[in-house]
């Protein structure tokens, strides 16, 4: 079965490789992400290491002019919803964003672990096109409560790795109210949680 081009612009003719996400980011918009670690190891197990990695995240979403909205950074995985530039560099600048994102991760965390050849960290994302406004709250609500969904805090707003306090306090509690409304179970059940 063919393997899907390294272009992300180059998509025609081809069939996705079985064990990998395609990634179809021609149009601009709104996406939700999740990416894990190889395994379920959790390099992201410690208060520092998130901590890092938060920064790390933000830091390479404003290089790559992407907008986040929402985040959440687990032991073993995180997930993001985030707005792709609007200056006609559209989607495709998520491959470069999160290849970064990874490979500066992984190379710090192999220094701190004395692992200088390990590699192999990350697993590949899977990335959705966020297109129907009840998809987007759905995700919306389910990436701030995903810390409370795995039962590490009371509310998703307690969990200091995660967008959830941020957004509580950016709107009005209405707002807050009707977006915790919005069910993700089926999100949760095709993400493997």
């Known amino acids: 079965m063919p393997f899907l081009p390294s272009d992300p612009e180059s998509t025609e003719g081809t069939l996705d490789w079985p064990h990998a996400p395609p990634h179809r980011l021609a149009e601009a918009g709104v996406y939700f992400v999740t990416a894990r670690l190889t395994d379920g190891i959790p390099h992201l197990g ?24 929402a985040w ?26 999160l290849r970064s994102l990874h490979s500066l991760s992984a190379r710090r965390w ?14 590949n994302y899977r990335e959705t096109h966020l297109t129907f406004q009840r998809s987007y709250l759905s995700r919306l ?34 707002w807050c109210r009707t977006i915790g409304r919005f069910s993700f179970d089926e999100i949760a059940a095709a993400d493997g949680e």
């Open 46 to 69: 410690t208060p520092v290491r998130r901590g890092h990695f938060q920064e790390l995240l933000h830091r390479l979403a404003e290089k790559h002019s992407w907008r986040l909205e």
């Open 72 to 97: 959440a950074i687990l032991s073993n995985h995180y997930h993001l919803v985030g707005h792709s530039p609007a200056d006609g560099t559209e989607a495709r600048s998520l491959v470069p964003f």
């Open 110 to 123: 192999n220094e701190e672990d004395a692992q200088p050849g390990r590699g192999g960290l990350w697993q």
């Open 141 to 174: 609500n389910y990436v701030h409560q995903n810390a409370r969904h795995h039962r590490l805090v009371e509310r998703g707003s307690d969990y200091p790795w995660c967008s959830a306090a941020a957004f509580k306090k950016a709107v009005t509690p209405a």
